[in-house]
């Protein structure tokens, strides 16, 4: 009796892993599948002869590469490097500066955040970077994706700052190093693990934001990776199914490899449940 | 004797500098737009023309209109797009809440390759670009060629055309796959910090294991769910991306607040109605934000 009902169990445990598995596994299936098949449709089939034909036909695509190589790149990393450099000097000035309510401070801010979130404040972000003349530049999205970005950043800066022995500044200082020698080579090797989480987490956020973009740039020589693969398969009339499956592919790689990094170096950890 | 925790690493001055790019961004990003939408949804703002270099004070004309009562339960207008998100949003918030205990539980004090790749695969639903997933869950739906209607048919169901025939279904399925991982990291955080004596002991007095989860695991893991559901709450009510998938079509039959406001606002470009519908999201959302901060409050929880 016993035994018949830990054999259910098990079974009844697997079929369960199977469906769930399967809802989260078969929809991705096709994006894996059709970059690498010569006539590639809308249903998952396995490629007789695999071929890499398709990526060259995305490479001669002069809108594509720009998109994905120059305008993600430039828009992705530089909110990356504005939101990482200013996320990390504001945490470590509120970890060692005397600031009453700093962490409520912190704490309501994200909570803020998630308030003014790209939905609701569409209509004043765009007048404001219309205003400020940067419409249709690089400029503009790296801004308000790094003030969207930023108090989540400064939050998971905080972990890490919040960590480190003030004792080593301290003997530095008796020692007579000045401020920025403190800075440069005492705190900056002790935060980095935290910046470079920061970073990717920056990072991929823009990689893959869609919205922001979309609104504040007009022409397609600006247009980042996201606005691109839509404006594919929306846009184009009968869309090229292999072109947008191995440009979709390409595009998916950059987020997918740097969470394996970050997966194999630091685990991914859950930072304060907060993902925007 | 100086006290310790007196010695200033940082002057007030360095901190002040050191802080002040991060200030400016936040009062130019996330304070000011706050504010500026609330005055643009009196006026009659649009983007060329003349109520755009001087929009007109219009008073609560904005709002009457989203609110009139004629008119705003049609389909298209700012009533029919709240009454979809909160189907949208309810579905959603069950399912991704379903689906992350259920996935939590399944693999409760287990490790090994297949917990390994489950977390993965779900995790990854969630922090790939959602352009390419909308791309990738539009083939998955395709009424021909579509994955979904392959598998269906081996059970001779179908096929359906998913995005024309069931589209607010559809972009709730879209959702959940996409959200689920949110739910499930927290309640797996949860669930592991229940110390295993507890779960001993009941199994030691044979409680059976929906009576450990009901009577044991649940009440334990609680104040965690509610957070969970606040805060998936709040997301999903702003999310933009089922957008890709169905544009708010076919007929606004998945036109949620978010896709309407930008129909209004960068469709027509009539901003100071596309303000008054920003304006009352931002409430219900400080309205849920109020409540996470209250229930968090209330549990006790050290604002970190």
Same mark, same amino acid.
């Given at each position: 009796m016993r035994l018949v009902r830990y054999v259910l169990a098990r079974i009844g445990f697997y079929v369960l892993v199977a469906v769930v598995g399967s809802f989260f596994a078969l929809p991705l299936l096709w994006l894996f599948t059709a970059p690498f098949h010569? @006539? /590639? %449709?809308?249903s998952v089939q396995l490629p007789a002869q695999p071929t890499l034909a398709n990526f060259a036909a995305v490479f001669r695509n002069t809108f594509a590469v720009r998109a994905l190589l120059q305008n993600s790149v430039i828009q992705a990393g530089g909110a990356m490097v504005a939101t990482t450099l200013v996320a990390s000097l504001a945490a470590y000035a509120l970890a060692r500066v005397r600031l009453p309510g700093r962490d409520v401070l912190v704490y309501v801010l994200i909570l803020f955040s998630s308030v003014v979130t790209g939905t609701a404040a569409m209509v004043p972000i765009f007048l404001l970077i219309y205003n400020l003349g940067l419409i249709d530049s690089h400029l503009g999205v790296i801004m308000v994706f790094t003030g969207g970005l930023l108090p989540t950043a400064i939050f998971i800066m905080r972990d890490f700052v919040a960590g480190l022995p003030r004792s080593l500044e301290e003997s530095a200082m008796v020692a007579g190093a000045g401020s920025w020698q403190i800075l440069r080579q005492i705190v900056l090797p002790q935060v980095r693990p935290g910046m470079m989480v920061v970073a990717v987490w920056a990072f991929v956020n823009v990689w893959g934001g869609f919205l922001i973009p979309f609104i504040l740039l007009r022409s397609p020589d600006k247009m980042p990776a996201s606005a691109a693969t839509y404006s594919f398969y %929306?846009? /184009?009339? %009968? $869309?090229v199914i292999t072109l947008i499956a191995a440009y979709a592919l390409l595009y998916v790689i950059p987020a997918l490899a740097l969470y394996l990094f970050v997966n194999w170096r630091y685990g991914f950890k859950f930072f304060g449940g907060i993902k925007s | 004797m100086v006290r310790r925790d007196q010695v200033a690493l940082l002057s007030g001055r360095m901190g002040l500098a050191f802080l002040s790019p991060a200030l400016i961004f936040i009062i130019l990003f996330l304070l000011f737009p706050f504010l500026w939408v609330v005055v643009i949804s009196f006026t009659d703002r649009t983007?060329?023309?003349a109520s755009a270099v001087s929009p007109e004070f219009v008073g609560l004309k904005n709002y009457l209109a989203l609110f009139n009562p004629e008119r705003w339960? =049609? =389909?298209?207008?700012f009533g029919y797009s709240l009454y979809l998100t909160l189907i949208f949003v309810a579905s959603c918030v069950a399912g991704q809440m379903g689906l992350g205990i259920t996935l939590s539980l399944l693999f409760f004090h287990r490790e090994g390759v297949l917990k390994e790749v489950m977390y993965t695969l779900v995790t990854l639903a969630w922090i790939l670009p959602e352009a390419a997933m909308a791309f990738t869950w539009s083939a998955f739906f395709?009424?021909? /060629?579509g994955t979904l209607n392959t598998i269906l048919g081996w059970f001779g169901l179908g096929p359906y055309d998913w995005l024309l025939d069931y589209p607010l279904l559809s972009i709730i399925i879209f959702n959940i796959w996409r959200g689920t991982a949110f739910s499930m990291l927290l309640m797996s955080a949860a669930l592991g910090s229940i110390r295993p004596s507890y779960i001993e002991t009941a199994m030691v007095a044979g409680a059976s294991p929906w009576q450990r989860f009901r009577d044991i695991m649940f009440p334990l893991v609680r104040p965690q769910f509610l957070t969970g559901i606040v805060l998936i709450t709040l997301w999903t009510f702003n999310v933009f991306s089922p957008f890709l998938l169905t @544009?708010?079509? $076919? /007929? *606004? @039959? %998945?036109?949620?607040v978010a896709i309407h406001t930008y129909r209004v606002a960068f =469709? *027509?470009?009539e901003f100071g109605r596309g303000s008054a519908i920003a304006v009352v999201v931002m409430l219900v959302n400080l309205l849920l934000a109020s409540v996470y901060l209250l229930s968090q409050r209330r549990q006790g929880v050290r604002f970190r």
């Open positions: 010569p @006539q /590639a %449709t809308l %929306t846009e /184009a009339g %009968t $869309p | 983007l060329l023309g339960m =049609r =389909r298209g207008e395709d009424r021909d /060629a @544009q708010g079509g $076919p /007929a *606004f @039959q %998945t036109e949620i =469709r *027509f470009y």
